[in-house]
């Protein structure tokens, strides 16, 4: 408890925002809503990637404070290397470990996302990633765009969608051939649903964080029903962005909503704020990623 109100006292003193989602949603009273299901029944599977190389030799990640490790080891602090993406922790086994082993993860993969990060800034991280001459990236990205004060302020779904082809234009330009693999944005009502039973959890989302879906976290009342099914639509939507672009690149691979669906348990959130993965949360980030960018065919 010592530990979980010195956490509290220093997100209450900076006046922390959000920033990255890891997982949630389900109904009010906790069980699932049926937006993945409708999601994937409204979207086809993705295009085949024949010119796919499962095994790259080099990787550069981009997106927000997922990708990044933050609270994962210590309160309000990055900690790369238990990153799902990049990172050297052996009880995370990274992708990069998975794909290059031990002893190349660390000079053949870079990191270049960057905590609180919405869509709007990957191109940038992407120019940087191409200077890499990587044979892989990964991509993380959009749930700030969701976790915002309000509703009012989510990132339009045309902004959204705007940013992510200037990102992958700006990729090709340095880096024509490298792989893409592109993970869905997490879901955040399950992520609710899930924390909403642990009280000093509630308390440290109170301080800010990721208001348009955690604000009141026990209210049930219509109002909020409502914000929170917003945000989820708003999810739904990005991830059908995601997919739709990618599809148009030969070297891309969408995860076909795989960490959208991943069930994100108690043990895998940060203790510190109940909200970000933890160790554990950013190793099954890991195997996600690793069975679908070995896999023959992309996840439907």
């Known amino acids: 408890m010592r530990t979980a109100a010195a956490a509290l006292t220093a997100l209450s003193s900076l006046g922390v925002a959000a920033l990255a989602g890891c997982s949630g949603g389900g109904s009010e009273s906790g069980v699932s809503r049926n937006a993945p299901d409708a999601s994937r029944s409204a979207s086809p599977s993705p295009s085949p990637t024949p010119d796919w190389n499962p095994r790259p030799g080099s990787i550069a990640a981009v997106g927000d404070s997922i990708t990044r490790g933050f609270d994962a080891c ?123 039973v642990n009280e000093l959890g509630k308390k440290i989302w109170d301080l800010g964080i990721c208001q348009s879906m955690l604000a009141d976290a026990d209210d049930l009342g219509p109002a909020a029903v409502a914000r929170r099914d917003a945000v989820q639509d708003r999810v739904v939507a990005y991830n059908e962005v995601l997919r739709d672009v990618c599809a148009k690149d030969r070297y891309c691979r969408y995860d076909g909503g795989a960490v959208y669906d991943f069930r994100f348990t108690g043990a895998q959130l940060s203790p510190w704020d109940w909200f970000h993965p933890s160790r554990d949360g950013q190793a099954r980030l890991a195997e996600i990623a690793y069975r679908n960018i070995t896999a023959a065919e992309p996840s439907a």
């Open 74 to 196: 210590s309160v309000l602090a990055d900690c790369p290397e238990v990153s799902w993406a990049t990172g050297t922790d052996g009880a995370v086994r990274s992708l990069a470990v998975r794909l290059l082993g031990p002893s190349k993860a660390a000079d053949r993969s870079w990191n270049h996302a960057v905590s609180g990060s919405r869509m709007v800034q990957l191109p940038e991280q992407m120019a940087l990633a191409a200077k890499e001459r990587p044979e892989l990236v990964t991509v993380m990205t959009g749930a700030n765009d969701a976790c915002r004060d309000s509703v009012r302020l989510m990132t339009p779904v045309a902004d959204f969608r705007a940013s992510f082809e200037a990102s992958m234009r700006q990729l090709r330009a340095g880096a024509p051939k490298a792989q893409v693999y592109v993970s869905s944005v997490p879901d955040l009502k399950r992520l609710w649903s899930t924390g909403r």
